[in-house]
């Protein structure tokens, strides 16, 4: 019997793609460069980082009326009062002017977007000595600590409008017409400005804790200063224009017109409120970004 022999057979040569060079070379360049300095907010990176920011709006909102027993509320119970308040004082025993709209209604118009800006100027203000171990331990834009802080106290003034309206309807008061489409202009107003203001008093806690203090005297001053208890057109002319450097004053001014169907502001006025708020978020972004490395040591 023969015993064949069995010869080896070569594998079949898999066949490899040809890879070339091109195939390894990447369409992206990236340029490492120190952040910049000037007035400017990195949109590119806050959109990045907006998960975040969606956390930290909600652990507010949910930490804001935590262990409270009558909760959210508060929100339509403080201008409620602080109307009362106001309306008692001012309105009975002082005797301030109302314009052409009923003294209750102008009074709760000027309660509801004084106190966002209150509360948001508070809150944007201490956003980073609040957030101690997010600051020195993790990174992400900064900015974003005072933005948060500005958008939460949304949630009070929203859901303190059905006072506004509720009031709106007893008096029988309603918009004049397509004005009340700039209500959100003027808003969008008040929060600029309390974000500069947060940028500027946020940095500033940093290095000196005495800003926690001088926020709730100023606050209490603000109000008088806004006209938030009068008609600011009823008050003498020259007067009017002072208080047109308070950015606030076109705020409630404006609502007025937009919401109540008050006296139309002065558009000179607005314009010199809406320059005072623009520079503000200005020279407040640029102190922010200029402390923004410091933040972590010095805090």
């Given at each position: 019997?023969?015993?064949?022999?069995?010869?080896?057979?070569?594998?079949?040569?898999?066949?490899?793609?040809?890879?070339?060079?091109?195939?390894?070379?990447?369409?992206?360049?990236?340029?490492?460069?120190?952040?910049?300095?000037?007035?400017?907010?990195?949109?590119?990176?806050?959109?990045?980082?907006?998960?975040?920011?969606?956390?930290?709006?909600?652990?507010?909102?949910?930490?804001?009326?935590?262990?409270?027993?009558?909760?959210?509320?508060?929100?339509?119970?403080?201008?409620?009062?602080?109307?009362?308040?106001?309306?008692?004082?001012?309105?009975?025993?002082?005797?301030?002017?109302?314009?052409?709209?009923?003294?209750?209604?102008?009074?709760?118009?000027?309660?509801?977007?004084?106190?966002?800006?209150?509360?948001?100027?508070?809150?944007?203000?201490?956003?980073?000595?609040?957030?101690?171990?997010?600051?020195?331990?993790?990174?992400?834009?900064?900015?974003?600590?005072?933005?948060?802080?500005?958008?939460?106290?949304?949630?009070?003034?929203?859901?303190?409008?059905?006072?506004?309206?509720?009031?709106?309807?007893?008096?029988?008061?309603?918009?004049?017409?397509?004005e009340v489409l700039l209500a959100?202009?003027?808003?969008?107003?008040?929060?600029?400005?309390?974000?500069?203001?947060?940028?500027?008093?946020?940095?500033?806690?940093?290095?000196?804790?005495?800003?926690?203090?001088?926020?709730?005297?100023?606050?209490?001053?603000?109000?008088?200063?806004?006209?938030?208890?009068?008609?600011?057109?009823?008050?003498?002319?020259?007067w009017q224009w002072i208080l047109a450097?308070?950015?606030?004053?076109?705020?409630?001014?404006?609502?007025?017109?937009?919401?109540?169907?008050?006296?139309?502001?002065?558009?000179?006025?607005?314009?010199?409120?809406?320059?005072?708020?623009?520079?503000?978020?200005?020279?407040?972004?640029?102190?922010?970004?200029?402390?923004?490395?410091?933040?972590?040591?010095?805090?």
């Open positions: 019997m023969s015993s064949s022999k069995l010869e080896p057979r070569e594998a079949a040569a898999t066949p490899v793609p040809s890879v070339s060079e091109a195939d390894f070379r990447v369409d992206r360049t990236v340029v490492i460069k120190p952040a910049s300095r000037m007035p400017h907010l990195d949109v590119a990176e806050l959109w990045h980082f907006r998960e975040l920011l969606q956390t930290l709006v909600w652990r507010d909102v949910v930490v804001r009326y935590k262990q409270t027993f009558l909760g959210i509320a508060w929100a339509i119970l403080v201008p409620i009062f602080t109307a009362v308040v106001y309306i008692i004082v001012f309105g009975k025993f002082a005797n301030f002017p109302a314009g052409e709209v009923s003294y209750p209604v102008l009074v709760i118009g000027g309660v509801l977007p004084m106190q966002y800006f209150a509360s948001s100027l508070t809150g944007s203000s201490l956003s980073l000595a609040g957030n101690l171990q997010l600051v020195t331990k993790v990174y992400f834009p900064r900015a974003l600590l005072p933005l948060a802080a500005v958008i939460v106290p949304m949630v009070d003034l929203i859901v303190g409008l059905p006072v506004l309206v509720a009031l709106m309807w007893n008096y029988e008061t309603w918009p004049g017409g397509t959100p202009a003027f808003l969008g107003l008040a929060f600029m400005t309390a974000l500069g203001a947060g940028f500027f008093l946020s940095a500033l806690n940093v290095r000196y804790r005495d800003v926690r203090y001088m926020i709730p005297v100023f606050l209490q001053v603000l109000p008088l200063l806004s006209g938030v208890m009068y008609a600011v057109e009823e008050i003498p002319r020259k450097f308070n950015p606030m004053t076109a705020v409630i001014a404006g609502l007025r017109w937009a919401v109540l169907d008050a006296s139309a502001p002065d558009l000179g006025q607005t314009a010199i409120g809406v320059a005072v708020a623009l520079v503000l978020f200005l020279a407040g972004l640029f102190v922010f970004r200029s402390s923004e490395p410091r933040f972590a040591d010095t805090i």
